[in-house]
C-alpha cells in the first residue's frame, strides 16, 4: 500500500514539475513564485470546470498536461539543448524539502477536529464522492462556504485516491508553496537572506499552530494573501508579469473563504499602487496608461470577483433549499438587531482585549517587529538623513490594515454571529490568526530587505549579527507553538470518532447499504453536537438517530422506540439504565458495541455484529 502511494504520489509531483518547468521556461517567472501560482491556477481551472460540471475530465488533462510537459523538457534535457534560466535556487530547495517534510509529518494523521466534521473535512470527502462541486445531493450544511482548498485537495486525492492524511498533505502543500514566496529574494550569493526567509517560513508556520492538523483555512488564507502582497513588491516594475503572477492567486484567494474579500482588497490596494507609481508614473491620462490601467483593472478585479459571483450563481441553483451562511451580510440583519444592549456595550472592550492580548504570540512577534521598523526608520534617518519611506510606507499600511480587519471582526459579531457565540467571541483566535500572519509576513519581508540590504557591504561580522538578532526576532516568540506542533501530533486511537469509524465500517460491511442507525452515547452529554457531526461525516447521510441520556421514563420510552424503528443499533458507551434495558433485547453482547436489529415472532431483538 505504502508503494503504491508513492508512486501515485511521484506522478503526481512529475505532473506538477512538468507545469513548473513551462512557467519558469516559458513565462519567466521566478522559481520562488512557480509553486503557489501552479497550485492556484489549477485551482482556478478545476474550478471553472466544477461550475461547467467537468471536473473529473479536466484533473486528467491537467495531470496528463503535466506529465506530457515534463517529458517533453527531460527530452530536450537529454538531447542536451538545455534551458535557460533553469538553475535551482534557494527556493526550490526548500520547497522540495517542505512537501517531504509535510508527506512525512502528516503521514496517518485523520480528522478529529470540530469544524473538519462540520465542514472542511466533509466537503473534501463529499466532493470525491460526487466527483464535482458539492451540490444538492451533499449534506454540506455551510452550502455558501467557498471551495477554493478542497478544490486543490480534490485533485490531489484524484490522483492519490482518497486518505484524510493525503487531505492533510495536500493543504499542506498549499502552505509550502505560500512560504516558498518568502525566498524571492534569495541567492546562494546572499546566505544572510537565506537564513532569515527560513527562519520567517518557520514562524510562519509555527503561527498556524496546531491548524496543521486540520483543514480549517484560517491560516493559509493569511499565507496566501501575504504571497500575493510579496510577488506584486517583487514585480512592481513589470507590470506584466505582475499581473500574470497574481492572478490565479488572487483567485485562489477569494475562493478559500468569504473573508478573503478583505485581503482581495488589501491586495488590490498594494497592486494599484505599485502599478500607479512604477508603469503609470504617477499619469493615468493618456493612451498607453489608460490600456495598462484596464489590463490591470480586468485581470486583477473583475476576473476574480465574476468567479466570486460565479459560485454565488452556482449555489443558487445548485440547492433548491434556503443555504446557510450564518455569517451572510443581508438587510435584516443589519436593521433588525436583536442583541442585548449589555452585549453591545461590552464587545468593543472584549474585541480591544483579544485583539491586543499579549498572551497571543502572534501579538507579541507584531510588537516586537513593529519596534524593529521602528527602530530601523529611527537609525537610517540619522545615519542617511533621509527616512526610510519604503519601510514607513510598509508598517504605517500593516498595522492600518489590522486595525481595518479588526474593525470588521466587531462588526461581524454586532450584527453577524448570533449573540450565544458572539458573546463569547466564538472563533476569535482563527479569525485573528489571518491578519497577524497576513501583516507579520509583509513586515518581515520589509525589515529582512532594509536590514540585510543596508549592511551587504560591511564586514562579516556585522552581517552575522544581524541574521542572528533577525532569527531571533522571528523565532523567539514562536518557540512554544513549535514545540506544540512537534509533540501534540494528534493520536486518535482511543477517540470516539475511532470507535464510530470502526462500527458504521462494520454496520456497512453487514448491511451493504447505507440503513438507519440508532446510536446511544452517554459519555456525549455535553459535547455541542460533536457526535452528531462525526456521524454525518462517518455516513455522509442523515439515516441515523442519537440518544445521549435517559433520565427520565420518556427518554427510556424513546430509547425502545428508536431501537425498534432502526436497523442498527450502536451502543456508543453504556450506562447502568442503557444496561437494564438491553437485557430484554439481546441474548449476547456485541464486542464492538454494533447490533442489528431483527424481528422474531413480532419481537425486537438484537443480534451482535462481529
Not at 427510556?556 to 432502526?566: D, H, K, V
Request: glycine share 6%; net charge neutral; with cysteine.
Amino acid at each position: 500500500m505504502l508503494n503504491i502511494s508513492l508512486f501515485y504520489f511521484s506522478v503526481l509531483f512529475l505532473s506538477f514539475i512538468g507545469w513548473g518547468l513551462f512557467a519558469s521556461h516559458k513565462l519567466k517567472l521566478h522559481q520562488a513564485v512557480i509553486p503557489i501560482f501552479v497550485f492556484s491556477g489549477i485551482t482556478a481551472i478545476l474550478f471553472v470546470a466544477g461550475l461547467l460540471n467537468v471536473m473529473p475530465y479536466m484533473v486528467m488533462i491537467l495531470f496528463i498536461g503535466g506529465i506530457g510537459i515534463f517529458l517533453y523538457y527531460l527530452y530536450l534535457f537529454m538531447i542536451k539543448k538545455g534551458i535557460a534560466g533553469m538553475r535551482i535556487n534557494p527556493s526550490t530547495i526548500f520547497f522540495m524539502m517542505g512537501i517531504l517534510i509535510m508527506i512525512v509529518f502528516l503521514n496517518g494523521v485523520i480528522h478529529n477536529h470540530y469544524d473538519d466534521f462540520s465542514h472542511w473535512g466533509l466537503i473534501v470527502k463529499e466532493m470525491f464522492q460526487v466527483n464535482g462541486l458539492p451540490d444538492g445531493r451533499t449534506i454540506i450544511s455551510f452550502t455558501n462556504y467557498p471551495p477554493g482548498s478542497a478544490t486543490f485537495i480534490y485533485y490531489v486525492l484524484s490522483i492519490t485516491g482518497y486518505s484524510e492524511s493525503y487531505a492533510f498533505m495536500a493543504q499542506g502543500f498549499l502552505i509550502v508553496a505560500c512560504l516558498t514566496v518568502l525566498f524571492i529574494f534569495t541567492s546562494w550569493k546572499r546566505p544572510g537572506l537565506i537564513v532569515t526567509a527560513a527562519a520567517a517560513s518557520l514562524a510562519l508556520f509555527s503561527l498556524n499552530g496546531n491548524y496543521i492538523y486540520t483543514l480549517l483555512v484560517d491560516g493559509l488564507l493569511g499565507m496566501v494573501a501575504f504571497a500575493i502582497s510579496v510577488i506584486a513588491f517583487y514585480y512592481r516594475k513589470d507590470w506584466k508579469k505582475g499581473l500574470l503572477a497574481t492572478t490565479p492567486i488572487l483567485i485562489m484567494l477569494l475562493l478559500i473563504k468569504d473573508s478573503g474579500k478583505v485581503f482581495f482588497l488589501f491586495n488590490l490596494v498594494i497592486i494599484f499602487w505599485f502599478v500607479y507609481s512604477y508603469s503609470l508614473k504617477g499619469k493615468i491620462l493618456n493612451k498607453k496608461n489608460i490600456r495598462i490601467a484596464l489590463w490591470v483593472l480586468v485581470f486583477s478585479a473583475l476576473l476574480p470577483l465574476s468567479l466570486d459571483f460565479l459560485w454565488g450563481q452556482y449555489v443558487d441553483k445548485a440547492y433548491q433549499d434556503d443555504h446557510h451562511n450564518k455569517f451572510t451580510v443581508n438587510r435584516g440583519k443589519i436593521l433588525n438587531n436583536d442583541k442585548t444592549e449589555e452585549f453591545k456595550e461590552n464587545l468593543a472592550p472584549m474585541i480591544f482585549h483579544a485583539a491586543t492580548d499579549m498572551d497571543n504570540s502572534g501579538i507579541q512577534l507584531m510588537l516586537i517587529l513593529n519596534g524593529l521598523a521602528l527602530a530601523t526608520i529611527l537609525i537610517y534617518s540619522i545615519m542617511h538623513r533621509q527616512l526610510a519611506r519604503r519601510l514607513i510606507g510598509v508598517t504605517l499600511f500593516v498595522n492600518s490594515a489590522y486595525l481595518f480587519y479588526i474593525f470588521t471582526l466587531y462588526l461581524m459579531y454586532l450584527f453577524l454571529m448570533p449573540e450565544g457565540e458572539a458573546v463569547r467571541l466564538a472563533g476569535f483566535n482563527r479569525y485573528l490568526l489571518t491578519i497577524v500572519i497576513f501583516c507579520i509576513g509583509i513586515l518581515m519581508v520589509a525589515i529582512s530587505q532594509v536590514w540585510l540590504s543596508w549592511i551587504n557591504e560591511r564586514k562579516h561580522a556585522i552581517r552575522l549579527g544581524a541574521v542572528i538578532v533577525l532569527v531571533m526576532a522571528f523565532l523567539y516568540p514562536q518557540w512554544e507553538n513549535m514545540k506544540s506542533v512537534a509533540s501534540n501530533k494528534p493520536d486518535a486511537s482511543d477517540s470516539i470518532r475511532m470507535g464510530i469509524k470502526d462500527q458504521y465500517q462494520r454496520i456497512i460491511t453487514d448491511a451493504q447499504t447505507a440503513p438507519q442507525v440508532f446510536y446511544y452515547s452517554p459519555k456525549s452529554f455535553d459535547d455541542r453536537g460533536f457526535l452528531d457531526y462525526v456521524l454525518r461525516f462517518e455516513q455522509t447521510n442523515h439515516k441515523f438517530t442519537v440518544l445521549r441520556n435517559m433520565e427520565t421514563d420518556e427518554e427510556e420510552a424513546t430509547f425502545i422506540n428508536r431501537i425498534e424503528s432502526s436497523e442498527y443499533f450502536v451502543l456508543v458507551g453504556e450506562d447502568e439504565r442503557s444496561e437494564s434495558l438491553l437485557e430484554g433485547f439481546r441474548a449476547e453482547k456485541s464486542t464492538s458495541g454494533v447490533y442489528r436489529v431483527t424481528y422474531k415472532e413480532d419481537k425486537v431483538e438484537l443480534e451482535p455484529v462481529k
